[in-house]
């Protein structure tokens, strides 16, 4: 978990408890910001597929909702390892939870320019190009491995998540006047504690 300082006006700025139904509470984590040199560097590749996975797994799915995100990785919520979780539904859909351990991606097609934004990057948001289809190879949170296709949007989370566990954020695939933008105003932002 991160201590680094939150924004107060984010729902997942505090670690608390969130009820739910037919399942134990789940730890909402505070989602690390851009800033935090845990977010550019490459996760280690999980190893233990145990009980502590699966919980921390669902705490993600739990902080992403908390957060109104499509995807986060584990790098997100301060742990430097290779799994991630994406739900282009925002939870309208449990059939939709996707949960990408040592994630790979073996195939990508086609090619679309689409705005997209980060968690951990609050507030911009930049036109990326992304493949238009990709296959992923991955573990589930058993570790037994699977190949999922993603189209669009869902193709986009698997490559922003992907590269997340690589330490590669959206900025670096925008141009760089658009990025020295971002980057100038969060800096401003920081220096008025608003970051
Ligand atoms: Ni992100």
Redesign the pocket.
Known sequence: MSDKSTSSKTPAATATETPQVSSPPRRIYPIVKYGDPILEKPGAPVKKFDAELEGLVEDMFASMYAAQGV?L?AP?IGKSVRFAVVDVTGGKNPEAKIVLVNPEVTHAEGEVREEEG???IPGFRGYVVRPQFVTVKAQNVKGEPFEIRGENLLARAFC??ID?LNGI??LQHLGMLKRDMIKRKIKKLKKQGEW
């Open positions: 995807g990785a997100q980060c968690l951990s922003h998540e997340h954020l959206f």
